[in-house]
T-cell receptor
Framework: GAVVSQHPSRVICKSGTSVKIECRSL??????MFWYRQFPKQSLMLMATSNEGSKATYEQGVEKDKFLINHASLTLSTLTVTSAHPEDSSFYIC??????????????FGPGTRLTVL | GQNIDQPTEMTATEGAIVQINCTYQ??????LFWYQQHAGEAPTFLSYNVLDGLEEKGRFSSFLSRSKGYSYLLLKELQMKDSASYLC??????????FGTGTRLQVFP
């Protein structure tokens, strides 16, 4: 149980275009999902907390107009990188918490999306 | 503040024992998680300590001292496949996880 998927796994786009990344909880409903980015040889940096049916909560320094998050259902959150630039190239990972899990705060991670902006 | 520190890199020999430390200075943490992450992959759960003390799970054990803001992950009988990054993370305000800097472990034959 507690499987999280992400799509696409890899994307290459031109500078100035927008890219949408999907995060799905496959076998449970997730009221809360999280979006991270990870640069090479660095740890995960939390970008935002995605709440079903309400606005996302962004971490300090993350531009909400650039990284649009939509959590329209209990199993799907999307991250759209708008007007992508080469410095947005990174590994984007989503996660979700499973309600009622014994380790209440444990997060289950998607496989990640490698974004390359040319 | 929420600072979680780990050594950046460690090396060890196959079959040996290695201890990866994690120190944190923060309030609001409710226990500590350890995750393993192979390059280019998602983190996978290793352990969660909510109380002080040592928890053993096969070749991996994790220790927590809340009063000292200190945790460690102990890996025994190291195997080549244990070469990965190990991330400690604190659940902050019962919601989000704050990750440490991560420790890249390289196991040599």
């Amino acid at each position: 149980g507690a499987v999280v998927s992400q799509h696409p796994s890899r994307v290459i786009c031109k500078s100035g275009t927008s890219v949408k990344i999907e995060c799905r909880s496959l076998d449970f409903q997730a009221t809360t999902m999280f979006w991270y980015r990870q640069f090479p040889k660095q740890s995960l940096m939390l970008m935002a907390t995605s709440n079903e049916g309400s606005k996302a909560t962004y971490e300090q320094g993350v531009e909400k107009d650039k990284f649009l998050i939509n959590h329209a259902s209990l199993t799907l959150s999307t991250l759209t990188v708008t007007s992508a630039h080469p410095e947005d190239s990174s590994f984007y990972i989503c996660s979700a918490r499973e309600p009622g899990h014994p380790n209440g705060n444990e997060q289950f991670f998607g496989p990640g999306t490698r974004l390359t902006v040319l | 503040g929420q600072n979680i520190d780990q050594p950046t890199e460690m090396t060890a020999t196959e079959g040996a024992i290695v201890q990866i430390n994690c120190t944190y200075q923060t309030s609001g943490f409710n226990g500590l998680f350890w995750y393993q992450q192979h390059a280019g992959e998602a983190p996978t759960f290793l352990s969660y300590n909510v109380l002080d003390g040592l928890e053993e799970k096969g070749r991996f054990s994790s220790f927590l001292s809340r009063s000292k803001g200190y945790s460690y992950l102990l890996l025994k009988e190291l195997q080549m496949k244990d070469s990965a990054s190990y991330l400690c993370a604190g659940p902050y305000n019962t919601d989000k996880l704050i990750f440490g800097t991560g420790t890249r472990l390289q196991v040599f034959p």
